[in-house]
């Protein structure tokens, strides 16, 4: 079953049905809603998805679908700014779904909401284009904040979906890039990519705190990054 709601005109067409939220009423969405459909194939959490989002003013629901053909269809139709998909889906799982939505509806911008936090789904999924990644156990604020993240353009991972994320990449770029990091610079920079602190990271590699701390200055100087947030962003971005 598929439910559709009242949307704005811009940048497709769709007539409108239904709210969700009858404090924004019967009329269609305004230019500064943002129009999101949710995908999940279980009802209490397409409910519970909706309450969270109903705390928000410039959100709109235009659709709910709870399999991947449905989705696409209903893409077609409402053109959703971001769309919030579970992994584990009927007949197509999110990640094929995904690549789905970068043919039929390439302006939709994908963020998982999911349980599973294993490294090979987290980059599968950004190499299937999605914006955003959340685990199930954040609140409805973090929520709120992914949507509007992702609609104007930037990406949202949870703290240990990004950790992960950019553990894997630096272990890749650590036995393949030809970048100018020394192989300890290397060793290092894997450990921040860890979420580990100076202290941590020294007593890893056996070394004293301060020459951790050199080392970490000489790596985002070289890859020109001077935080873990920018590390994030730019492991994520490649």
Known sequence: MTTTYATRPAPFRLTPVHSTNPDKGSAACTSSQIKVMVVDDHPIVLRGIACCLAKAANITIVGEARN????????????????????????????????????HAPKSRIIMLTMHHRSEYIMRAIQSGA?????????????????EKVHA?????????????????????????????TP?????????????????IACILNLGVRTVETHRERIMRKLNIHSIAGLTRYAIAE
């Open 153 to 181: 353009g930037e990406t949202c991972f949870s703290g240990e979906v990004a950790m992960v994320a950019v553990s894997q990449f630096v272990r890749a770029q650590a036995s393949d890039s030809p970048s100018t990091l």
């Open 131 to 147: 914006r955003g990644y959340l685990l199930k156990d954040r609140s409805a604020a973090e929520l709120i904040q992914a949507v």
């Open 68 to 103: 991947g053909t449905e989705a696409i269809r209903l893409a077609k139709q409402c053109a959703p700014d971001v769309v919030l998909m579970d992994l584990e889906l009927p007949n197509m799982n999110g990640l094929a779904l995904a690549d789905q939505f970068r043919i």
């Open 184 to 200: 300890r610079e290397k060793e290092v920079l894997v450990q921040i990519a860890e979420g580990l602190s100076n202290k941590e």
